[in-house]
C-alpha cells in the first residue's frame, strides 16, 4: 500500500510542477508542434493523401496484384473500384479500358469531396512510435551506476525510482499496443489509438519535467561578489571629490 500512495503522490506532483516552469512549458509546446505536424498538416493544409489519386491507370496491368470481388471491383487503397466486366482470361491481358479511367477519376473525385479527419489513424500511431521511442532511448541511455549517484544511494530514493520506472514501463507497454489500432483505421480516427496519444504524452512529460535543462541553477555563493548590486559605477566613484577625501 505504500508504494502505491508513492506512485500517486509522484503522478499528482507533476502537472504542478511542469505548468510552474515556463522553460519546459514553451519548450514541451514547441517540441509536440513540430513532433506532430504529420498529423495536423495534411487537414490544415488540406493535402490528400488517397492512393486512388495517386495512381496511373498504367499501374493495373498486372491486375493479379489487385483483389477482386464478386462485382468485378478492384480493392485500391481500402476502396473498391468498378472496372466493368473482366473474364478469367482478361485479367493477365494489358487493361486500357475507359470504364476503368472512368471509374478511377469518379472515385478520386468523390474521396476528394469528403472533408479530411484531423486526427487520422496511420499519423496518430506514427506520432505515437516517435514519443515512445525517444522515451525508451532516454531510459537506455540513463541506465548504470550514475543515476544511483545521483540519489546517493539513499535506498528510499531508489526505491521510489525503482516503482517510477515500473509504472513508466506499464504505460509505455500499453501506449504502443494502443498504438497499433490505428493501423486498423488508417484514414479515419481510432479512439484506442487517441488514447494511446494521451498515455505517451504524459509519459514524455514525467520522463522530461525534471530534467536539468529545465531548472534553474542554484546560486553559488561563491560566485556572488560584493556590491554586486551597487549602482554607482567605478567611474562615478573615481570622479567623488571633497576636502575631507584629501
Partial sequence: MHYWKTLKKTVKA???????????????????????????????????????????VESFNDLSLYKYNEKNSVELGGYFIGIGETTSTSISQPINDLNLIKSLNDSCQY??????????????????LGLLGGIAFEFFVGQGPKKYEDLNFDEKE???????????FFAWLLAFVLSFYGLKEPTTTSVLS?????????????????????????????NIEAGANDNTSNDEQSNLSGENLE
Avoid: H
Fill in 111 to 128: 474521396i476528394s469531396s469528403l472533408p479530411i479527419i484531423l486526427f487520422q489513424g496511420f499519423a496518430i500511431f506514427m506520432f505515437n
Fill in 14 to 56: 507533476v502537472p504542478g510542477k511542469s505548468l510552474c516552469n515556463p522553460k519546459f512549458v514553451f519548450s514541451f509546446l514547441i517540441i509536440m508542434l513540430i513532433s506532430s505536424s504529420g498529423v495536423w498538416a495534411p487537414w490544415a493544409f488540406n493535402i490528400d493523401l488517397s492512393s486512388v489519386c495517386n495512381t496511373e
Fill in 194 to 222: 487517441l488514447f494511446g496519444s494521451v498515455i505517451s504524452v504524459s509519459l514524455w512529460i514525467c520522463t522530461n519535467y525534471n530534467k536539468a535543462q529545465f531548472q534553474e541553477p542554484e546560486p553559488n555563493p561563491e
Fill in 158 to 168: 531508489i526505491n521510489k525510482m525503482r516503482i517510477n520506472e515500473f509504472a513508466g
